[in-house]
C-alpha cells in the first residue's frame, strides 16, 4: 500500500507561481512513475504531467507545457509540480498518483495506469 500526501496548494494571483508536493510512503518510490491531475469545478479530473521513475522523461499536457515543471527527488521519496505563470483556469483541485508498473517506458496519461492517489490540494488562482 502506498500512501500519497499532497500539499503546497494555496490561493495565487494570476501569473503568479505555487510549487505542489507529493510525499509518498513505503521503500520502493524510486520504481514508480508519478503523475499529476486536476480537477475544475464541475468538469472532469484532467492529466497535468507525469514523470518517469528515473525521471528521465516527463509528459505534460497542452495546457502546461511550457509553464508547469515536474520533478521529483527520490532520496525524499517526493515529487514536485512547479506551477509558474498561472492562469485562473489552471484552479482546481490537484492530485498527484503513483503507477507501479516499473517497466514504463513513457508514464501514463490517463488515470486508470496509476494505482494510488492522494486526497488531492486545492489551488485557486484569482484573476
Known amino acids: 500500500q502506498v500512501q500519497l500526501v499532497e500539499s503546497g496548494g494555496g490561493l495565487v494571483q494570476a501569473g503568479g507561481s505555487l510549487r505542489l508536493s507529493c510525499a509518498a510512503s513505503g521503500r520502493s518510490f524510486s520504481t514508480y512513475a508519478m503523475g499529476w491531475f486536476r480537477q475544475a469545478p464541475g468538469k472532469e479530473r484532467e492529466f497535468v504531467g507525469a514523470i518517469k521513475n528515473s525521471g528521465g522523461n516527463t509528459g505534460y499536457a497542452d495546457s502546461v507545457r511550457g509553464r508547469f515543471t515536474i520533478s521529483r527527488d527520490n532520496a525524499k521519496n517526493t515529487v514536485y509540480l512547479q506551477m509558474t505563470s498561472l492562469k485562473p483556469e489552471d484552479t482546481g483541485v490537484y492530485y498527484c498518483?503513483?503507477?507501479?508498473?516499473?517497466?514504463?517506458?513513457?508514464?501514463?496519461?490517463?488515470?486508470?495506469?496509476?494505482?494510488?492517489w492522494g486526497q488531492g490540494t486545492q489551488v485557486t488562482v484569482s484573476s
Open positions: 498518483a503513483a503507477d507501479t508498473n516499473p517497466y514504463l517506458i513513457y508514464p501514463s496519461r490517463i488515470e486508470r495506469g496509476y494505482d494510488y
